[in-house]
């Protein structure tokens, strides 16, 4: 008993090399059940597949040779004395499971050997399954004696007939460099802090390029986002205002314009420019109905309304529909250099049942 209270969970003597997560998972059961924890140089010997030494001063066997075969291995003896008779080649896990006197099945045996390969433990060997399935010993098993008068209170266990097959060869183990964490508490067997409360060091990820790169353009986008929002944030406090065309503009020289009407500036300024044979004005192109814009019919020489069928004749004067009065005429006048000036911010109308401003000065030009 007081070597299983040193060994804790480690197999016994011989067994292969243990890894990280088997050694971290030890410490920690000895911290939770009061035992010593191992030292370093118990770590490097059960890393290294080696005996540790205080082994030996548990009765466990100092050979670091494997099992060897059923014909080389101990014989069993039975005194009057005995009270059970020993097993060769079995761990102790096994000598618990067989104590308990529950029968495995085949699927439960290969279920153990899948777990034992994933965490590189020692499989089990033809006598332990041998031993789990209940099946009868092979040729040369030594039989269990055991007085029934001097029977102690354990069950006894039945003696395998084979020898454990040689352990298989050691996995090359991974090397880790750094200093060993110490947590406080017991940190959760199979993660990353066990080993280190194991006292064994853990390596964490490399700082790579590509890491950077994408670190760099999560944070390019989110500081876009962030600034596209802040502007719009500040865009709503601004006022909002419209930017209407001068209402004063050239529109070239008299001689550009022939007799007639001339739409080239009436989708720019909204204006026909008019020439008679004895003086030159220009129409804004506005129904005096409801607003509408006009369409000059070449065809039929009048403007009409599309809006509600108001018709105007070539100079702008209504004549049907229910436009009210002629179209309002612009300011027109010579600029310095020689070109027509237009201000459509003054007009001349000539209001239903009252005097034309037609003839007023600035609403034509004579002689040009």
């Given amino acids: ?178 200093t060993a964490t110490r947590y406080v508490g017991t940190p959760a067997v199979g993660t990353s802090k066990a080993a280190a409360a194991g006292g064994i060091s853990g390596v964490g990820p490399e700082e790579t390029p590509v890491d950077q790169r994408r670190r760099r353009l999560v944070w390019s986008a989110v500081v876009a986002f962030l600034g596209t929002w802040l502007i719009a944030f500040f865009r709503f406090f601004l006022p909002r205002t419209l930017f209407e065309p001068n209402t004063v503009f050239k529109i070239g020289y008299p001689t550009d314009y022939s007799l007639g009407v001339d739409t080239k500036f009436q989708q720019k300024y909204r204006i026909w420019v008019d020439r008679t044979p004895d003086r030159l004005f220009v129409i804004y192109a506005r129904c005096t109905h409801l607003g509408c814009t006009p369409d000059w019919k070449p065809s039929e020489n009048k403007f009409k309304c599309p809006c509600h069928g108001s018709g105007y004749d070539s100079e702008g004067i209504n004549f049907e529909g229910p436009a009210p009065r002629p179209m309002d005429r612009a300011h027109i006048e010579i600029a310095a250099d020689g070109q027509i000036q237009v201000d459509v911010s003054k007009l001349y109308s000539w209001p239903k049942g009252q005097p034309s401003h037609f003839d007023d000065d600035g609403a034509f030009l004579k002689g040009v």
């Fill in 1 to 178: 008993m007081a070597e299983e209270k040193i060994l804790g969970r480690l197999p016994k003597w011989p067994r292969k090399a243990l890894n990280n997560s088997v050694i971290a998972a030890e410490q920690a059961y000895r911290k939770r059940s009061g035992l010593p924890l191992l030292t370093d140089a118990d770590i490097e010997a059960l890393k290294a597949g080696l005996q540790m030494s205080w082994e030996t001063d548990g009765g466990s066997a100092t050979s670091s040779a494997p099992a060897t075969s059923a014909a080389s291995a101990p014989a069993v003896i039975a005194t009057p004395t005995a009270t059970a008779v020993a097993t060769a080649g079995f761990s102790p896990e096994v000598e618990k499971w067989l104590a308990a006197g529950k029968k495995w099945s085949k699927s439960a045996i290969a279920a153990e050997q899948a777990r034992r390969k994933r965490n590189n433990l020692t499989p089990l060997n033809d006598a332990e399954i041998t031993a789990l399935l209940g099946e009868p010993a092979g040729t040369g098993s030594a039989a269990p004696v055991a007085s029934a008068s001097q029977a102690p209170a354990a069950p006894s266990r039945p003696a395998p007939a084979q020898a454990a097959k040689p352990a298989l060869p050691n996995v090359p183990q991974i090397a880790r460099t750094g």
